[in-house]
Each structure stands twice: as structure tokens, then as C-alpha cells.
């Protein structure tokens, strides 16, 4: 996992991801079926108790399967 | 002056329910209420209502509530092993506070039954048919014009008060034919339109039909004063426990119904209900004629139990006896009621056999002369 | 990290447009459901569609199951029903109110194990209700125990070796079944497990919704959903063990396909006391 130098990253490519952190329960789905890898599990726990689901790349495509798998629908796909 | 009609006890039945609105019955074909069905199936379309034949039991149970749930007025008919079928769906029908009617026509002993008189199914209708705490508002009628009247009455109480209501007749009256006459009166007087049934409307608010600990019921429902004097020690108040006092509150609210013969000079008042008090009262006109001093107390409402009338009725009494069709079920709820007060005998005959006039005569008169009353 | 640490990671969605929004009722809570539960897709895609279809009246009722807690987000009038009982209070409902949409939402415990009868009987009635089937293998809301849905070899709390078909019988894939009925409008299959899958699968209720809206006759949506706490496995393994049970029992398609208009007609019909040519028998008397 590529560490963090600067937050909030701003995409290359023309999709962009927002996870919401109090929600997400790692399930760990969307990491699994992102296809561009952009997203990954984070190793800090949210107020919950649960890893939550982090992007970690720029080069999200906006292909939303991460938001279509979701089963705390926590992401919104911008593009 | 409306005309006189002579009918089966379960047509008379269907009929006054169709009078009263209700637009669907819920019931499989068992003697005794099956003709109730048949009459149904026929008729049901003239009064606007559904002609539809639910499949089996258990789903009329769960058509009971959903029916009821939105706003339609509807009844089941059935006997004593069709309400053990639908049992665990009245349970939750109660706790949802819905609305309906239930026919009950009995016969003796368990399982498929004797196809004979029988009254063994008091304890399962008043006391509890299921599982948490809830009672049935059970209404008993002895005469075929009885069971118009009820019908009426009962779809009005439920209604009013959101219970279920129990018309529970017996095998005699299931299989008899008497005149009747239908009353002219309105079936909705004095009821509010039921703004908390679902129509689907989603130009409004969502409403939401569910009940007790399960469905967190809001009621207002005082339960304060319980356990005030512990203070913060006392266990906290929750959904459920509004929900049962709820449900008991109203019970307490029914109007207690009965029917008192001779009991104002009375010195042994004879109990008894259903089919069995109608062989019971000639007995006792036929001994007041001779000179005793018999009453006769029935319940109509056999839930809520009449306890204060049934105090008033015995008040110059020196003896009760109670007749059933079974091994002595009203007789708990009369001792409850006299609470030791006055000495209690009982003469029954369970698991499907009528006693004869000849049978209550004696035990009347054994019980008038102080003597001991075989059980 | 704090919450709002862990939030600030994210993407910068300066002069970017939404193409995917979190439905409404899930911004301000959480799904109620374990996670990686296959049941916060299948609510997802039917919330967008009660959204989408905008029906003037609607009445949901909802299964005492996992599936329940799906009733605090609906929009629409709602009533809780027993154990495989929601078939039958939805058809009640339907009756009282022929022009709503009237959906059930019931488990494959609800349905395959306590309702069975209840629900054949609606198909063959052609009750234009639409019965959403969340199928999982396991009645969770108790535990995680099998179902008549789950396959062979299902490793469950009440099957720790297996199921097994020797003493529990095999599947019964009731959405085959029901769509063998002249009575049935639409059937259809999806999973949930796969983002191409899930959205297949809401177009599907998407369908479904509209066949029950413009009442064409019975109508089933099987929705075949992970549960890997009911399975003991991550989320992750769950969608890999969800292949090999789409593969091997319940393949995901259209298995009965409706068009805008296509209705289910009742045959008309001759008494049968009038068929029978110089019929001697007495008829049943009237009352």
C-alpha cells in the first residue's frame, strides 16, 4: 500500500471515490472487485470498530462496481 | 317489524357478518362451521364482498392479518382445532391491535373431536389460546337470534377497541335451524375511520403495522406508578410491557355482558352457557313452577368474565352450582369470582355427551336440598 | 486515526459530478446487516426502484428473518408478518387494495422451509403481488442455520459436516417451479455478490415492480445473497463460494420473461353441472 504524502488526492484519471468511513464494516468487497486496484484496506479501525476500505491510487475509472457491491452502501462515484 | 327468517345458526351467522360489512371470510370446511363457508361462496358478491376461499388454515391466519391490517373488516370460521392452527398468528394480532371477528364452533373432546356437544374448549378460548400475554374477547351466544345480534356486536367491539373477538357457539347450535330476524341497524355507528390501516398511500407519511416487544408500540400508556416505591431500583419500562398493559387496559374497558333468570329471591343459582344453558333455563322454569327458588346466571361475554353481575346474581344465594360440557372451566372463573364466598358444586360431562333434563333436574334438586352433587 | 482522519482520505471530487449517489435512507444510517451481507445490495436496488417507479400506492410486507430490518428504510405503508407468512399477508393486502403495488419480502427459510404452501398457492392464484426471495442457504437471523434452499456440503451451525442430502433431501429451486405456472408473469434469478450480477439484478426488480404495478399476475425475483457470517467465512470468500452455488444450483437468468401489457387471463369457464349432456343428478340446492 502506497503511503499517503498527500490528503485528499486528487485523480488522474477522470473518476474519483468518496467512502464513507462511519458506515463502512470491511467487508473488504470493494478492494476485492476493484479492477484498477485504486482502493485498499486501511490498518486504523473507524469509531465502529471496523478497517474501513481507503483509496490509495489516482486512477479510479469511475467503473462503480466498488459502489454497485457495496453492502452498506457507502460509496459515491463521481467522474 | 323485520321479517323472520329461519335459518341454520352458521348461514344466520355469514349473514349478519355480510350485514356488517365484512368482506372476507377466512375459513377451511369443518363441521360444524363449514355451511358457513358454503353460504359465503354464495353470497358474498351481492354484499360486495370477496367471494375468495383461502386454502388452508394456517394461511387464513396469516390473511386475518393482513386483511385487517388494511382496514377491510374480516372474520375466520372454524372450530376448535382450526383455532389451535391459527394460534401463533392471534397472538401476533393482538399485539398488532387488529381488528377482527373469529367464529368458533367447538365440538367434544381433543383432536378431531366427537362429532357431539362439548364445551371443552373454554379454558383454550378465554384463558389462552397462545403464546404471551393476551386474552380473547370471547362472546357466547345460545340461540340462533343470539348469534345475529353477536355478530353485529362483535365486529362493532372489534372495531372500536382493535381486538379480536371470539363468537364462540358450540355443536348444537352449529347443527340447529330457528327463526331469526335481521336488525336494521348501521355497523359502523359511532366508530372512527381507521386512520391507522395501510392503504399504500405514499403521498404521506409511511404508516407502520406491527406490535409489542417486536415492534416497539408507541402507546401512551402510563405504566409510572408501577414500582414507584423502589424508585431507580425498579426495572426499566419497555416496549413489551407497554404493549401488554395496553392490551389489558382495554380489556377492562369491554362492557361486561350476561343474562340473570329468577335471581333476585334466588337461594341456588345454577351457572351455566352456550347451547347447554338453553336445556339448563327449561329446568329451571320448570322448578321455579314447582316452587324453588332456582336462578340461572349466563355470561355472554365469557372474556371479560361478568365477575361484578355474577356477585350482584348470587347475592341472596346460599349455593352456586355450575353445569358445563366438560370437567369444570366457567367453574374456575364463578370460584374466582365468588372468591370463597358461597360453597361452589359442579356437575359436567365431558368429551362430547349433552346431559338430559332428566341428569340437571336431579342435580339441581340434590344442590337445593343441600345434598352432596356427584361431580 | 480518528474517524475524521480516516475520512479525509479520499478522492477530491472538485469538478466531478455524481454518477453514482448512496441512496437516501443509507446516508444518515447504517445498514442493519452483518457485513459483507448480500441483503444491503438487494435493499440498494430496491429502494432505487421504489424510487424509480414512483407508484401512487405501495404496501410492503416483510418476513420475520434477517430480512426484516429492510422495513425501517421503505418508504412505503408496511406490515410485519410471521415466518413464512408474508406471501399470504400480501395477498390479503392486495385483496383490500387491488391498485397498489403490493410487494413481500420473505427469506429462502421464510419461503422454502414455513411458507412453502403459501406461496405455491399465490403463484397458482396469479396474485399480482411481487414476492422479492432473498435466498442465502441459512436462516440467520437465529444463527446461521440451513435451509431447504442450502446445497450439499453447506457448512452451517446446524450441518457442521455438510449439509447433507442423505437425511435433508436437495434444494428445492422454487423460482423453476413457479415458473412453470400459467399464473406467473415473471420469474427471474440474480445474485447479489457481483457488482455485474447486482445490477443485473435491479434491473430485474426494476421489471418485476412494473409487471406487479400494472397487475400481470404473480411475480418472483429470486435474489440469491451471500451471508458469510451463516457460511463462517470473510465477505470476501463468501462471493467465491457464491460462484460455485450459482454455478452448481441456482443459475442466475430470466426464467420467465414479461412485456409492458402482457397480462395473465383467468380461463372462462362452464359449471360442471352443465357440461354433463341430460345430467339425471339433483344439483347442490341453494341456500
Same mark, same amino acid.
Given at each position: 500500500?502506497?503511503?499517503? =504524502?498527500?490528503?485528499?488526492?486528487?485523480?488522474?484519471?477522470?473518476?474519483?471515490?468518496?467512502?464513507?468511513?462511519?458506515?463502512?464494516?470491511?467487508? =473488504?468487497?470493494?478492494?476485492?472487485?476493484?479492477?484498477?486496484?485504486?482502493?485498499?484496506?486501511?490498518?486504523?479501525?473507524?469509531?465502529?470498530?471496523?478497517?474501513?476500505?481507503?483509496?490509495?491510487?489516482?486512477?479510479?475509472?469511475?467503473?462503480? =462496481?466498488?459502489?454497485?457491491?457495496?453492502?452498506?452502501?457507502?460509496?459515491?462515484?463521481?467522474? | 317489524?323485520?321479517?323472520?327468517?329461519?335459518?341454520?345458526?352458521?348461514?344466520?351467522?355469514?349473514?349478519?357478518?355480510?350485514?356488517?360489512?365484512?368482506?372476507? *371470510?377466512?375459513?377451511?370446511?369443518?363441521?360444524?362451521?363449514?355451511?358457513?363457508?358454503?353460504?359465503?361462496? #354464495?353470497?358474498?358478491?351481492?354484499?360486495?364482498?370477496?367471494?375468495?376461499?383461502?386454502?388452508?388454515?394456517?394461511?387464513?391466519?396469516?390473511?386475518?392479518?393482513?386483511?385487517?391490517?388494511?382496514?377491510?373488516?374480516?372474520?375466520?370460521?372454524? $372450530?376448535?382445532?382450526?383455532?389451535?392452527?391459527?394460534?401463533?398468528?392471534?397472538?401476533?394480532?393482538?399485539?398488532?391491535?387488529?381488528?377482527?371477528?373469529?367464529?368458533?364452533?367447538?365440538?367434544?373432546?381433543?383432536?378431531?373431536?366427537?362429532?357431539?356437544?362439548?364445551?371443552?374448549?373454554? !379454558?383454550?378460548?378465554?384463558?389462552?389460546?397462545?403464546?404471551?400475554?393476551?386474552?380473547?374477547?370471547?362472546?357466547?351466544?345460545?340461540?340462533?337470534?343470539?348469534?345475529?345480534?353477536?355478530?353485529?356486536?362483535?365486529?362493532?367491539?372489534?372495531?372500536?377497541?382493535?381486538?379480536?373477538?371470539?363468537?364462540?357457539?358450540?355443536?348444537?347450535?352449529?347443527?340447529? @335451524?330457528?327463526?331469526?330476524?335481521?336488525?336494521?341497524?348501521?355497523?359502523?355507528?359511532?366508530? #372512527?375511520?381507521?386512520?391507522?390501516?395501510?392503504?399504500?398511500? @405514499?403521498?404521506?407519511?409511511?404508516?407502520?403495522?406491527?406490535?409489542?416487544?417486536?415492534?416497539?408500540?408507541?402507546?401512551?400508556? $402510563?405504566?409510572?406508578?408501577?414500582?414507584?416505591?423502589?424508585?431507580?431500583?425498579?426495572?426499566?419500562?419497555?416496549?413489551?410491557?407497554?404493549?401488554?398493559?395496553?392490551?389489558?387496559?382495554? *380489556?377492562?374497558?369491554?362492557?361486561?355482558?350476561?343474562?340473570?333468570?329468577?335471581?333476585?329471591?334466588? #337461594?341456588?343459582?345454577?351457572?351455566?352457557?352456550?347451547?347447554?344453558?338453553?336445556?339448563?333455563?327449561?329446568?329451571?322454569?320448570?322448578?321455579?313452577?314447582?316452587?324453588?327458588?332456582?336462578?340461572? !346466571?349466563?355470561?355472554?361475554?365469557? *372474556?371479560?368474565?361478568?365477575?361484578?353481575?355474577?356477585?350482584?346474581?348470587?347475592?341472596?344465594?346460599?349455593?352456586?352450582?355450575?353445569?358445563?360440557? $366438560?370437567?369444570?372451566?366457567?367453574?374456575?372463573?364463578?370460584?374466582?369470582?365468588? $372468591?370463597?364466598?358461597?360453597?361452589?358444586?359442579? *356437575?359436567?360431562?365431558?368429551?362430547?355427551?349433552?346431559?338430559? @333434563?332428566? #341428569?340437571?333436574?336431579?342435580?339441581?334438586?340434590?344442590?337445593?336440598?343441600?345434598?352432596?352433587?356427584?361431580? | 486515526?480518528?474517524?475524521?482522519?480516516?475520512?479525509?482520505?479520499?478522492?477530491?471530487?472538485?469538478?466531478?459530478?455524481?454518477?453514482?449517489?448512496? /441512496?437516501?435512507?443509507?446516508?444518515?444510517?447504517?445498514?442493519?446487516?452483518?457485513?459483507?451481507?448480500?441483503?444491503?445490495?438487494?435493499?440498494?436496488?430496491?429502494?432505487?426502484?421504489?424510487?424509480?417507479?414512483?407508484?401512487?400506492?405501495?404496501? &410492503?410486507?416483510?418476513?420475520?428473518?434477517?430480512?426484516?430490518?429492510?422495513?425501517?428504510?421503505?418508504?412505503?405503508?408496511?406490515?410485519?408478518?410471521?415466518?413464512?407468512?408474508?406471501?399470504?399477508?400480501?395477498?390479503?393486502?392486495?385483496?383490500?387494495?387491488?391498485?397498489?403495488?403490493?410487494?413481500?419480502?420473505?427469506?429462502?427459510?421464510?419461503?422454502?422451509?414455513?411458507?412453502?404452501?403459501?406461496?405455491?398457492?399465490?403463484?397458482? &392464484?396469479?396474485?399480482? +403481488?411481487?414476492?422479492?426471495?432473498?435466498?442465502?442457504?441459512?436462516?440467520?437471523?437465529?444463527?446461521?442455520?440451513?435451509?431447504?434452499?442450502?446445497?450439499?456440503?453447506?457448512?452451517?451451525?446446524?450441518?457442521?459436516?455438510?449439509?447433507?442430502?442423505?437425511?435433508?433431501?436437495?434444494?428445492?429451486? +422454487?423460482?423453476?417451479?413457479?415458473?412453470?405456472?400459467?399464473?406467473?408473469?415473471?420469474?427471474?434469478?440474480?445474485?447479489?455478490?457481483?457488482?455485474?450480477?447486482?445490477?443485473?439484478?435491479?434491473?430485474?426488480?426494476?421489471?418485476?415492480?412494473?409487471?406487479?404495478?400494472?397487475?400481470?399476475?404473480?411475480?418472483?425475483?429470486?435474489?440469491?445473497? /451471500?451471508?458469510?457470517?451463516?457460511?463462517?467465512?470473510?465477505?470476501?470468500?463468501?462471493?467465491?463460494?457464491?460462484?460455485?452455488?450459482?454455478?452448481?444450483?441456482?443459475?442466475?437468468?430470466?426464467?420467465?420473461?414479461?412485456?409492458?401489457?402482457?397480462?395473465?387471463?383467468?380461463?372462462?369457464?362452464?359449471?360442471?353441472?352443465?357440461?354433463?349432456?341430460?345430467?339425471?343428478?339433483?344439483?347442490?340446492?341453494?341456500?
Amino acid at each position: 500500500m502506497p503511503v499517503l =504524502e498527500k490528503t485528499p488526492i486528487v485523480p488522474k484519471k477522470p473518476g474519483a471515490v468518496v467512502i464513507d468511513v462511519d458506515k463502512c464494516k470491511g467487508c =473488504e468487497l470493494c478492494v476485492y472487485y476493484c479492477p484498477q486496484d485504486t482502493l485498499a484496506m486501511s490498518k486504523y479501525v473507524n469509531k465502529r470498530g471496523n478497517p474501513v476500505a481507503i483509496v490509495v491510487r489516482d486512477n479510479c475509472t469511475a467503473c462503480m =462496481e466498488c459502489a454497485r457491491v457495496c453492502p452498506d452502501i457507502c460509496i459515491a462515484v463521481y467522474r | 317489524m323485520p321479517e323472520k327468517l329461519f335459518m341454520r345458526a352458521t348461514h344466520a351467522l355469514t349473514e349478519a357478518a355480510l350485514r356488517s360489512g365484512c368482506k372476507f *371470510y377466512l375459513g377451511y370446511p369443518i363441521t360444524p362451521i363449514t355451511e358457513a363457508g358454503e353460504y359465503w361462496s #354464495e353470497h358474498a358478491e351481492e354484499h360486495g364482498a370477496s367471494p375468495f376461499m383461502v386454502e388452508s388454515e394456517l394461511e387464513a391466519g396469516a390473511m386475518l392479518l393482513g386483511t385487517s391490517a388494511s382496514g377491510a373488516r374480516t372474520m375466520f370460521g372454524g $372450530n376448535g382445532a382450526s383455532m389451535s392452527l391459527i394460534a401463533e398468528s392471534l397472538s401476533t394480532m393482538a399485539g398488532m391491535e387488529l381488528p377482527m371477528v373469529l367464529a368458533d364452533f367447538p365440538r367434544g373432546d381433543g383432536g378431531a373431536g366427537s362429532l357431539t356437544m362439548g364445551q371443552g374448549d373454554y !379454558f383454550q378460548v378465554t384463558k389462552a389460546i397462545a403464546q404471551g400475554d393476551f386474552h380473547l374477547v370471547t362472546l357466547s351466544p345460545h340461540t340462533v337470534q343470539e348469534c345475529v345480534d353477536l355478530t353485529f356486536d362483535a365486529f362493532w367491539l372489534a372495531d372500536k377497541f382493535r381486538v379480536p373477538v371470539v363468537i364462540m357457539g358450540d355443536w348444537i347450535l352449529g347443527m340447529s @335451524m330457528e327463526a331469526v330476524a335481521f336488525p336494521d341497524r348501521d355497523p359502523f355507528e359511532g366508530l #372512527e375511520p381507521k386512520t391507522w390501516a395501510l392503504d399504500g398511500d @405514499m403521498s404521506r407519511p409511511k404508516r407502520h403495522v406491527t406490535g409489542g416487544s417486536t415492534g416497539g408500540m408507541v402507546t401512551s400508556v $402510563n405504566v409510572g406508578d408501577v414500582g414507584k416505591e423502589t424508585g431507580d431500583k425498579r426495572a426499566p419500562v419497555g416496549p413489551g410491557e407497554r404493549s401488554v398493559r395496553w392490551r389489558y387496559d382495554k *380489556y377492562s374497558r369491554i362492557p361486561r355482558r350476561w343474562d340473570a333468570l329468577f335471581c333476585d329471591d334466588a #337461594e341456588v343459582v345454577v351457572a351455566s352457557w352456550g347451547s347447554l344453558a338453553r336445556i339448563v333455563k327449561t329446568v329451571v322454569y320448570k322448578l321455579r313452577r314447582e316452587g324453588l327458588k332456582v336462578g340461572h !346466571f349466563r355470561p355472554i361475554t365469557l *372474556y371479560p368474565y361478568p365477575y361484578e353481575a355474577l356477585g350482584e346474581a348470587t347475592k341472596k344465594a346460599r349455593e352456586v352450582l355450575v353445569l358445563e360440557c $366438560n370437567t369444570g372451566m366457567m367453574l374456575e372463573d364463578v370460584k374466582l369470582g365468588l $372468591n370463597g364466598r358461597l360453597p361452589v358444586e359442579f *356437575y359436567g360431562r365431558p368429551g362430547g355427551v349433552c346431559p338430559t @333434563m332428566a #341428569e340437571i333436574e336431579y342435580e339441581i334438586r340434590q344442590a337445593y336440598q343441600k345434598k352432596k352433587v356427584a361431580a | 486515526m480518528s474517524n475524521e482522519a480516516l475520512a479525509e482520505i479520499k478522492h477530491d471530487v472538485a469538478g466531478r459530478k455524481a454518477v453514482f449517489e448512496r /441512496t437516501v435512507p443509507f446516508v444518515q444510517r447504517a445498514t442493519p446487516w452483518c457485513m459483507g451481507c448480500g441483503y444491503g445490495a438487494l435493499a440498494r436496488a430496491v429502494i432505487e426502484e421504489i424510487e424509480a417507479l414512483k407508484p401512487k400506492k405501495m404496501i &410492503a410486507t416483510i418476513d420475520t428473518a434477517c430480512l426484516e430490518f429492510i422495513e425501517a428504510h421503505l418508504p412505503c405503508d408496511n406490515v410485519h408478518a410471521g415466518h413464512g407468512r408474508a406471501v399470504s399477508v400480501a395477498r390479503a393486502v392486495k385483496k383490500v387494495h387491488p391498485d397498489a403495488l403490493v410487494v413481500a419480502f420473505q427469506g429462502d427459510g421464510g419461503m422454502l422451509n414455513e411458507g412453502l404452501n403459501e406461496v405455491m398457492h399465490a403463484a397458482a &392464484a396469479g396474485e399480482s +403481488i411481487c414476492v422479492i426471495m432473498g435466498n442465502n442457504g441459512v436462516l440467520g437471523d437465529t444463527g446461521g442455520q440451513f435451509t431447504v434452499a442450502a446445497e450439499p456440503g453447506l457448512v452451517t451451525s446446524s450441518s457442521p459436516l455438510g449439509k447433507n442430502p442423505k437425511h435433508q433431501g436437495m434444494p428445492i429451486k +422454487i423460482a423453476d417451479i413457479l415458473a412453470t405456472f400459467p399464473t406467473a408473469a415473471y420469474v427471474a434469478r440474480g445474485s447479489t455478490h457481483d457488482p455485474a450480477y447486482a445490477y443485473r439484478l435491479q434491473k430485474m426488480i426494476r421489471k418485476a415492480f412494473q409487471a406487479a404495478n400494472e397487475n400481470a399476475g404473480f411475480v418472483l425475483v429470486d435474489a440469491v445473497t /451471500t451471508c458469510p457470517t451463516g457460511w463462517g467465512m470473510t465477505s470476501v470468500e463468501a462471493v467465491r463460494y457464491a460462484e460455485h452455488r450459482i454455478e452448481g444450483y441456482y443459475p442466475v437468468g430470466v426464467l420467465k420473461d414479461w412485456e409492458h401489457g402482457e397480462k395473465v387471463e383467468m380461463p372462462s369457464f362452464i359449471s360442471s353441472t352443465q357440461r354433463v349432456e341430460g345430467m339425471k343428478t339433483v344439483p347442490q340446492p341453494t341456500h
